[in-house]
């Protein structure tokens, strides 16, 4: 079990948030949700909520309605320093996840606030009650071992990832940040091995095909001399590596698809 004592969130959770809140709405409210994703994007957030609104008039109750606009308020918070706004975005994420207990992106942005707010333990139990709901989805796994590895409990955090893997042996995200993990902690061979697990599982994932590359090509002279140590390849990426808006199945992000 994770500690209770978590303390502040890196800017890449921030990322997962931006890229995670462009999961869309219904048909019939395809346009306005689509204006609504692409003014998020140009950070007029302001335009966003009022499309996202709009979308919500039109298909009231709608979890991904709910979800967007807590993850539009939960990104101008941020930015323009604004508490109001970040207790909006908490509420509603606990309106879409009061009509869809197990919205992935939900789960994942509600944590993200709740740690950002100094209320880790709160993290930690929506994480769980995620978890124990959906044993056979690997995200729920996955988004503990990320919030494990954010404060420093690697080896707890492996082990999510292990049990996610254990779930969906061939899940690309699990697999990526297990590589990125073992990488990081100077594991190259396993890393290599995930990386390349998880680039068979996803070919379009060119950061991954580079990783593999480079770890390949250190790997290569130890098995015609063993005596020699690898030659150095890239320094190990920082925490998970590359978001997921750069890692195709990377850790998870909801598409950013405006349905």
């Not at 919205?103 to 709160?122: F, I, K, S, Y």
Request: with cysteine; charged share 15%; net charge positive.
């Amino acid at each position: 079990m994770l500690p209770f004592r978590l303390r502040r969130v890196r800017c890449r959770w921030v990322g997962l948030v931006v890229t995670a809140f462009t999961a869309g709405c219904g048909g019939l409210i395809r346009n306005d949700n689509a204006e609504g994703v692409r003014l998020y994007q140009q950070g007029n957030y302001l335009g966003a909520v009022n499309h996202f609104q709009q979308a919500l008039q039109q298909q009231p109750g709608s979890p991904d309605c709910f979800y967007n606009l807590g993850a539009t308020y939960h990104q101008q918070a941020k930015l323009l320093g604004r508490p109001d706004d970040m207790r909006t975005a908490e509420q509603y994420y606990h309106l879409c996840l009061s009509r869809n207990p197990d919205h992935p992106a939900c789960n994942r942005g509600l944590a993200v606030l709740l740690v950002e707010t100094g209320r880790g333990g709160d993290a930690v139990a929506l994480l769980d009650g995620w978890s124990r709901r959906r044993p056979t989805d690997p995200d729920p796994q996955i988004e503990l071992a990320r919030l494990c590895q954010e404060h420093g409990d690697l080896r707890e955090a492996e082990t999510h990832l292990i049990d996610a893997l254990a779930i969906a042996p061939g899940n690309p995200r699990a697999l990526v940040a297990l590589g990125q993990l073992r990488e990081a902690t100077g594991d190259t061979t396993l890393a290599l091995a995930n990386y390349s697990r998880a680039l068979a599982a996803d070919g379009g994932q060119p950061v991954v095909a580079s990783r593999v590359a480079a770890l390949g090509a250190t790997q290569a002279p130890v098995t015609r001399v063993a005596a020699l140590p690898p030659p150095g390849g890239f320094p190990p990426p920082s925490g998970w590596g590359p978001g997921p808006a750069q890692i195709v199945g990377g850790l998870p992000a909801a598409p950013p698809v405006a349905r």
